[in-house]
């Protein structure tokens, strides 16, 4: 027969081992919580990039200029920095040439692309198309730091477009800041800052955007 030390002590037995369970069952779930909001960030992570490279795509569009003069046709890229139709490129891309044409989503042509502004030094144009709804990459608010990871957004060169039987469509190549570094302004030779870029570019990426992956923004080399 059980004395009452002994069933005080199986008593007590049993309340510490109901509150162990409870422990292991509560450190359980901590765990797990903390195993979903680790995972959470890499889940998101992965579809955020996902969505800059379709927006960086969307918003990229192909220049194609002649010059009736010579009868030549070059080809170049750009990107829209406001949805109403202004876009950026390279001053390269648009200059002697009598005619642009704008290609928009991979479908959509607009002839007679205006030239709004140009600085031949700096090597920077801004083209205009008629008023209507595109997808819009805004410059980033800050400069662009050494290490940041970024994707160029262009066009493939003319032959590698006609290998692929005349179907437009964007690139993207990765790449990684590597520095800000001063180079030389194309018409006066005077130091302007560069950002310097690892990656396997082509001549496509010409006037295309260098889009910075975690915030899904234009890279500059300045404030804007």
């Excluded at 450190?27 to 990039?49: E, F, G, K």
């Excluded at 390279?90 to 642009?100: I, M, P, R, T, Y």
């Amino acid at each position: 027969m059980p004395t009452p030390c002994t069933i005080e002590r199986e008593h007590a037995q049993r309340t510490e081992g109901f509150l162990l369970a409870r422990q292991v069952h509560s450190l359980t779930r901590v765990l797990l919580a903390l195993l979903l909001l680790a995972l959470l960030p890499m889940v998101a992570t992965a579809q955020d990039r996902g969505d800059v490279y379709r927006q960086a795509k969307a918003a990229t569009a192909l220049i194609l200029g002649v010059d009736e003069e010579t009868n030549s046709l070059t080809l170049g890229s750009g990107f829209f920095v406001r949805t109403d139709g202004l876009l950026l490129t390279n001053a390269h891309v648009v200059e002697g040439h009598s005619q642009l044409t704008v290609y928009v989503d991979n479908q959509d042509i607009y002839p007679n692309a205006e030239v709004v502004a140009i600085d031949r030094n700096l090597d920077l144009a801004a083209v205009r198309i008629p008023p209507t709804r595109v997808a819009a990459l805004p410059l980033a608010p800050t400069p662009t730091e050494d290490g940041t990871d970024v994707i160029a957004v262009g066009y493939p060169r003319l032959p590698d477009i006609l290998q692929m039987g005349l179907t437009l469509h964007t690139t993207v190549v990765s790449g990684t800041i590597s520095n800000r570094v001063m180079g030389r302004a194309r018409v006066t030779g005077e130091h302007v800052p560069y950002l310097q870029t690892t990656g396997v570019f082509h001549a496509g990426n010409s006037g295309g955007p260098l889009v910075r992956i975690e915030i899904g923004r234009a890279s500059c080399r300045e404030r804007v």
